[in-house]
Structure formats: structure tokens, C-alpha cells
């Protein structure tokens, strides 16, 4: 068993994309959301992806997840089962949370008694336990969150994309969830693409950054992030503020 979920085979596999190119529309209404972006991420890392408000992030984890076609170039190789999770949780209010988190089961005609321990086991591990009979209107946004990950998590996924999975949460909830996701990500050795608008998140969550230009997007820079265990002290490392520093003066 590795991590919360026990793994009948290895989906960590690598993601790579090259020279990615998207036009939206055409002639005097065309925009060009992305011009030449090519990147490898290796199995198992986290990459952070940053870049200003409207340059083409969601649309480069949409192009990964096969919801938009690339005008030009190609992903390469990504792993076949790929789960998104977006800015604001997507629930379906007259389900429990446990009948949510069983829903990518449902559809693939999975479900039995091995499978709903399986949702147990992940909502405990996520902090959710007491909570699987509960509606979604019952609970807070940093707990529909998790039960978004729960929910991409039972599908086993090779790749998760994550599109500002924090970003509707306020501060303090947010910097209490970067070190439960991070642990989450890392035990099931997990291949992810983190978009965030927050320099800080970037860095704790991220094994790299990818700092995008303004649009069209272009792979400004990329930068590793060697900093081990990742536990809260770390925010008032001085080696994390200056990479945070260097990467802000980037994007302005
Ligand atoms: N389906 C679409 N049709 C037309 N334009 C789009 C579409 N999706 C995104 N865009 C445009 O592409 C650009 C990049 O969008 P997006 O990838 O959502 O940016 P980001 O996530 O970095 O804020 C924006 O100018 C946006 O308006
Ligand atoms: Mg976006």
C-alpha cells in the first residue's frame, strides 16, 4: 500500500509538451493565448506554474487534461488517467460527500465494498471523517476542497492538474492546507501541474516553478526548489523569501 490509496501499478509517469501553441479564434478577434511552450515534468514532481492574471495557465492545463486542442506542437507523453481540480469546487449539491467522492467509481461501473473503504480511507486521511453523510452545503470551502482531491484521488490519476485549487480560501486556511496537500501529493508519489497566483504557495508546494510571460505565454524561467521537508517554518527561511523575491521581480 502506498499512500492512502493501494496502487494495483505505477501511473507515475512523465509529462512532456512540446513548442505549444494556442489561437483563440481567428482574424481581428484571435487571441493568442500560447506561443512555444515546451517543459517536461518528471514523474512524482510537483511543478508550480505562475504567470500574470490571463496569460494562459488554464488553458495550458486544459490542452494537458485533452478539454482544448493545441493550435500547434503536442503533448508528448502524459499519463493516460488525468484528473483537474479548478478554482472553485464543483459539487453536486443533492449528493452526499461521499456519494461525490464515489462518482468517478460510478461511472466506471466500480463500486463495491473495497472501494467505499477506500473513500473512507481518504476521508480520513484528508480530516474529513464524520463528514461523508454530510451535504456539500454543509461544509466550508477548505473542506469542499478536500473533498474535490478526495474525489480526484479515488481515480488513482497518473497526472492531477490543479487550477488555483486554494485560491477561494482565505490566507490563514490556506497556508494550514499547503502542508496537508503537500504530504498528500508526495506519499502517493503523485505527477502534478499546480497553477497558483501566489508567489508563496508556488514555492512551498512545488519540487519547480515555472514562471509563465504575460500572453502569449512563454516559459519565462524555471527554477528547481530544494528545500526538503516543507513544514510552516519554512515561510520565515530567509533561502525562501529570497526565492520568492527573485521569482516576484520576474513577474513584474
Ligand atoms: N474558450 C476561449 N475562447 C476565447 N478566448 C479564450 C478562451 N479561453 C481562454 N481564452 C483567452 O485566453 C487567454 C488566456 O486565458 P486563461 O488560460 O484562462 O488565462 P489564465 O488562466 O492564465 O488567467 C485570455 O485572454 C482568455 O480570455
Ligand atoms: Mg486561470
Avoid: Y
Amino acid at each position: 500500500m502506498r499512500g492512502l490509496l493501494p496502487r494495483t501499478m505505477s501511473s507515475a509517469e512523465r509529462v512532456e509538451i512540446d513548442s505549444l501553441h494556442k489561437i483563440f479564434g481567428d482574424g481581428a478577434n484571435s487571441v493568442r493565448a500560447i506561443e512555444r511552450i515546451s517543459a517536461a515534468v518528471g514523474p512524482g514532481q510537483i511543478c508550480s506554474v505562475i504567470g500574470p492574471s490571463g496569460c494562459g495557465k488554464t488553458t495550458l492545463l486544459r490542452i494537458l487534461a485533452g478539454l482544448t486542442m493545441p493550435t500547434e506542437g503536442r503533448v508528448v507523453t502524459r499519463p493516460s488517467n488525468v484528473a483537474m481540480i479548478f478554482q472553485q469546487p464543483v459539487m453536486f449539491p443533492w449528493r452526499t460527500v461521499r456519494a461525490n467522492i464515489r462518482l468517478p467509481l460510478e461511472l466506471h461501473g466500480r463500486v463495491g465494498e473495497e472501494e467505499e473503504q477506500r473513500i473512507s480511507d481518504l476521508l480520513d486521511g484528508l480530516g474529513l471523517r464524520g463528514f461523508g453523510d454530510r451535504r456539500p452545503s454543509e461544509l466550508s470551502g477548505g473542506m469542499l476542497q478536500r473533498v474535490s482531491l478526495a474525489r480526484a484521488l479515488i481515480s488513482d490519476p497518473g497526472l492531477l492538474l490543479l487550477d488555483e485549487p486554494l485560491s477561494a480560501l482565505d490566507e490563514m486556511t490556506r497556508e494550514s492546507l499547503w502542508c496537508e496537500l503537500r504530504t498528500i501529493l508526495k506519499r502517493d508519489d503523485l505527477t502534478v501541474l499546480l497553477v497558483t497566483h501566489s508567489i508563496r504557495e508556488a514555492v512551498f508546494l512545488g519540487d519547480m516553478v515555472m514562471v509563465l510571460s504575460r500572453r502569449p505565454a512563454l516559459v519565462r524561467s524555471l527554477h528547481d526548489v530544494d528545500f526538503g521537508l516543507r513544514s510552516l517554518s519554512l515561510l520565515d527561511d530567509g533561502n525562501f523569501s529570497s526565492l520568492c523575491r527573485k521569482l516576484r521581480s520576474e513577474l513584474e
